[in-house]
Antibody
Framework: EVQLVESGGGLVQPGGSLRLSCAAS????????MSWVRQAPGKGLEWVSG????????FYANSVKGRFTISRDNSKNTLYLQMNSLRAEDTAVYFC??????????????WGQGTLVTVSS | DIVMTQSPDSLAVSLGERATINCKSS????????????LAWYQQKPGQPPRLLIY???TRESGVPDRFSGSGSGTDFTLTISSLQAEDVAVYYC?????????FGPGTKVDIK
């Protein structure tokens, strides 16, 4: 069974940093692209970042470019999101999601339960 | 960025009746070299992560009931629930993955009338 479990969320002050992790199991992690998607309280979905499973290419939303870094450790079956210079508007539940192939150009067919990041003083 | 819009914002449909949700992209998401539309549909129930329903605009994900269908091409797409069931109450989102950033629509809330 495919499983994605996020961790690392919490309360952080504006300007602070946080690193999210997503532990994957039940599939060949290195063969699939992965993404982060966030959802602010009571709001819709916002795609944040993606990383391919083939060449490790990375992509970012304009709102996080230069502040967030996506990475993966295929030996640990783990996806990461390093978040720096956090702002109040980054407050959201962050979901880790698996793509249907090694390419980032596809649907997100498996999602974790999410981890809440709150940016507040 | 490609902007995704959805209509209506919400709709209420009687059990067993058809529900239709529209999604429009600000530019075509049809990739001419493979004739595929880079569009997906998701269902999100309260307190749960989203679930992939449809990808490539009309390919149903494994395990998704056949009352869900996707259609459209280019810039205009439709998700149809042919016979609404109580468990279909949710918010539905379209997403384009033609160009980064891979944007979502604002969502359409479906309720029972």
């Amino acid at each position: 069974e495919v499983q994605l479990v996020e961790s690392g969320g919490g309360l952080v002050q504006p300007g602070g940093s946080l690193r999210l992790s997503c532990a994957a199991s039940g599939f060949t992690f290195s063969s699939y692209a992965m993404s982060w998607v966030r959802q602010a309280p009571g709001k819709g979905l916002e795609w944040v970042s993606g990383i391919s499973g083939s060449d490790g290419s990375t992509f970012y939303a304009n709102s996080v470019k230069g502040r967030f870094t996506i990475s993966r450790d295929n030996s640990k079956n783990t996806l990461y999101l390093q978040m720096n210079s956090l702002r109040a508007e980054d407050t959201a539940v962050y979901f880790c999601a698996k793509l249907v192939s090694a390419s980032c150009y596809g649907g997100l067919d498996c999602w974790g339960q999410g981890t809440l990041v709150t940016v507040s003083s | 960025d490609i902007v995704m819009t959805q209509s209506p914002d919400s709709l209420a449909v009687s059990l067993g009746e058809r529900a239709t949700i529209n999604c429009k992209s600000s530019q075509s998401v049809l990739y001419n070299s493979n004739n595929k539309n880079y569009l997906a549909w998701y269902q999100q129930k309260p307190g749960q992560p989203p679930r992939l329903l449809i990808y490539w605009a009309s390919t149903r994900e494994s395990g998704v009931p056949d009352r869900f269908s996707g259609s459209g091409s280019g810039t205009d797409f439709t998700l149809t629930i042919s016979s609404l069931q109580a468990e279909d109450v949710a918010v539905y989102y379209c997403q384009q993955y033609y160009g980064t950033p891979f944007t979502f629509g604002p969502g359409t809330k479906v309720d029972i009338k």
